[in-house]
């Protein structure tokens, strides 16, 4: 068990450009969370998968972001045509099942962007 | 709308003493409430979850208390250490079921003073 990885740990990119973050779960772990967080701000909530389904987004997600999660495992959070005010920390989490069933949730070191 | 309002400054302490920590939410009816720790550009990391119907929750030296009534929880370190210095998050999650999106408060910045 290493842990929830998330790929690159940082990234600068000019205004414009689409960028693609890699998030790998805890094998297993069927449930996967992508969250943002700025500095001085909690984690904001962006969307959750179930295994491969995307079973909730956050009205944070606009159209220009989209994530996967082809087959159930790793998982990739594309931001078309960035701003900067998406300038954050994006993180990764997983767990077994719900919190509310004990599960603990697993948090990645985050995948930092900036645009310039 | 939903809010959650945790100590907005940082929170100084001694060595030693007990660092008490405070979360409040509004137009909420979670079922559970989360304590995470966040160190200097790590992510966080899940310290405790207490439920609705649970009143008191310890584990080793972290107490934590859920006031569904008063809309409060708080976060108890005691004996603190300077090792426990970091910000301290709290989560919840609306009752009846559904997707899992945690929302977090902003945080408490902890500073324990050798």
């Known amino acids: 068990d290493t842990g929830v990885s998330q790929d690159p740990r940082h990234k600068i990119t000019k205004r414009g450009q689409n960028v693609t973050f890699r998030c790998d779960p805890i094998?297993?772990?069927?449930?996967l969370y992508w969250y943002r967080q700025t500095l001085g701000q909690g984690p904001e909530f962006l969307t959750y998968?179930?295994?491969?389904?995307?079973?909730?987004k956050s009205r944070l997600l606009s159209d220009r972001f989209s994530a996967e999660r082809p087959k159930g495992s790793f998982s990739t959070l594309e931001i078309q045509r960035t701003e900067q005010g998406d300038s954050a920390m994006y993180l990764c989490?997983?767990?077994?099942?719900?919190?509310?069933?004990?599960?603990?949730?697993?948090f990645g070191e985050g995948s930092w962007l900036t645009v310039v | 709308s939903q809010k959650i309002e945790q100590n907005s400054e940082a929170l100084n302490i001694q060595e030693g003493k007990t660092a008490t920590l405070t979360c409040n939410y509004t137009?909420?009816?979670?079922?559970?409430l989360q304590w995470y720790r966040q160190d200097p550009g790590r992510g966080p990391v899940f310290l405790l979850l207490?439920?609705?119907?649970?009143k008191e929750k310890r584990k080793e030296r972290l107490k934590v208390t859920f006031d569904t009534t008063l809309k409060q929880s708080l976060f108890h370190i005691t004996a603190s250490q300077p090792a426990d210095s970091a910000t301290y998050l709290c989560?919840?999650?609306?009752?009846?079921?559904?997707?899992?999106?945690?929302?977090f408060g902003k945080g408490t910045h902890l500073i324990i003073q050798p």
């Open positions: 989490a997983s767990s077994l099942g719900s919190a509310l069933s004990g599960n603990t949730i697993y």
């Open positions: 094998s297993e772990h069927n449930r």
């Open positions: 998968f179930q295994n491969e389904a995307q079973l909730e």
């Open positions: 137009n909420y009816s979670p079922a559970y």
């Open positions: 207490i439920r609705e119907n649970e």
């Open positions: 989560a919840l999650e609306g009752s009846g079921g559904g997707a899992d999106g945690l929302t």
